[in-house]
């Protein structure tokens, strides 16, 4: 009864998906999983838990997202650690994830011994980590420009057992890896590309909740995805690729900017399961 008149609330409030929010509070409250909430139905709450439960609906009507409320998100079946400091991490993402997982395997196909990845932007890690529980052969850094966001990172890189294998460093792109010129066969990025005109219509839970560095990309949502475009063919080896996850609309231009570059010999776009053009990965072959 308790679920069904906080579904309700949630629902006249205007609460995405307010049974299904309902529910994952209640089990966060109750320390138990989901679906365990329907194999004990019955049980009596304390008056303690009902009141944490309430605080926690609260939150949710007042359009806090519902993974820093529980202070996690689902990513690549993979569970990881978020809070406001770093962006949720997205299901269109999985896409760049799984686009590099299967370059490595052709890479290893070919007989290469060990990969080099490095993940620029990487908030709380879930692109390197996913990356690294798949591919034993790859030894991965990562970087971004906010401390918080590293710690957080490290901590999910521990929680999932492949600390030793990503070196996650704070600063800007790939200033913390300047002495790794010609280095990496794999460089990936989700950088923010929210355009600043389109920042304002954001849903409330991502503008007024999650970290606007990781989200505004300036006048045109290129700011960065131009200057990891520009850079990278530094830090690739001859053979390497740049992989970057943008808005589809921005996609002609970062297209455009490769071409402008001559030093890329490939670029293609990969669609995302929507259809809509979201990765595009440049590089030396």
Not at 34 to 61: G, K, M, N, Q, W
Not at 200 to 217: A, F, H, N, T, W
Request: aromatic share 6%; proline share 6%.
């Amino acid at each position: 009864e308790l679920l069904t008149v906080a579904a309700d609330y949630l629902g006249e409030k205007h609460i995405d998906s307010p049974r299904l929010a309902a529910e994952v509070l209640l089990a966060h409250v109750l320390g138990m999983k989901r679906i365990d909430l329907y194999l004990d139905f019955e049980r009596p709450l304390t008056s303690a838990e009902v009141s944490r439960y309430r605080e926690l609906i609260r939150r949710r009507v007042a359009r806090e997202p519902l993974q820093y409320i529980i202070g996690r998100q689902e990513f690549c079946s993979l569970d990881f650690t978020v809070n406001p400091h770093v962006l949720i991490p997205r299901p269109e993402t999985e896409l760049l994830v799984e686009q590099v997982i299967e370059h490595c395997k052709q890479r290893i196909g070919a007989g290469e011994k060990q990969i080099t990845v490095l993940d620029l932007c990487t908030g709380c890690g879930a692109v390197a980590i996913s990356i690294a529980k798949e591919v034993p052969q790859a030894r991965l850094w990562a970087t971004d420009l906010s401390p918080e966001a590293i710690s957080i990172a490290r901590a999910n890189a521990q929680k999932h057992g492949v600390l030793e294998k990503i070196e996650f460093l704070e600063g800007d792109l790939f200033e913390p890896v300047r002495d790794k010129k010609d280095h990496f066969h794999i460089i990936v990025a989700n950088p923010p590309y929210v355009a600043e005109e389109d920042y304002e219509k954001l849903p409330p839970e991502v503008r007024e909740y999650e970290p606007r560095m990781s989200l505004d990309g300036g006048p045109d949502g290129m700011v960065l995805i131009e200057r990891i475009l520009r850079d990278a063919p530094d830090f690739l080896t001859s053979a390497g690729v740049v992989m970057i996850e943008m808005d589809p609309m921005q996609v002609v231009k970062a297209k455009d900017l490769v071409a402008s570059l001559s030093v890329y010999k490939i670029c293609r776009v990969i669609k995302d399961y929507s259809g809509l053009d979201r990765v595009v990965i440049a590089g030396g072959s």
